[in-house]
């Protein structure tokens, strides 16, 4: 297999990859709505509608990446998405380590920078508009 072939089906099992995981995480809020995310925002004196952006970044944004149409601009909703994540969830944990001995935030740390790299490198030529 030449290198540029190889290269765009691994920029397309990444796209695949954190697509329909994070989509995952945006399927119940689809059906139970935001309001945990809208309760976590005003706790903190933030907006709540800013809650609304998780179907950005865990509905548009991966399936953005699962088509490979403006994949980049996917990508950069879920990276967005797991910054919010990170910030108003997981805040406590940024610096922890859990159990076995590894990051708290492994799961999300992996969400977020393969987010980065697949903005950054593009979604390859097996989507939609690939560049």
Do not use: C
């Not at 695949?16 to 945990?36: C, E, N, Q, S």
């Not at 800013?50 to 990446?65: F, H, N, S």
């Amino acid at each position: 297999m030449d290198h540029d072939k190889a290269d765009d089906i691994g920029k397309l099992v990444l796209r695949l990859t954190l697509g329909i995981l994070i989509l995952f995480h945006g399927m119940p809020k689809l059906v139970a709505g935001v309001g945990g995310i809208a309760a976590m925002l005003e706790g903190i004196g933030l907006p709540t509608f800013i809650a609304y952006g998780v179907y950005l970044g865990e509905v548009l944004g991966p399936a953005l990446l699962i088509i490979g149409w403006y994949a980049r601009v996917g990508a950069g909703l879920v990276a967005i998405n797991m910054l919010f994540a990170v910030g108003l969830a997981h805040r406590a944990e940024i610096l922890a380590l859990g159990d076995s001995g590894a990051w708290a935030l492994e799961l999300q740390g992996m969400f977020l920078f393969t987010a980065i790299a697949l903005l950054l490198t593009g979604p390859g030529r097996l989507a939609i508009n690939g560049r």
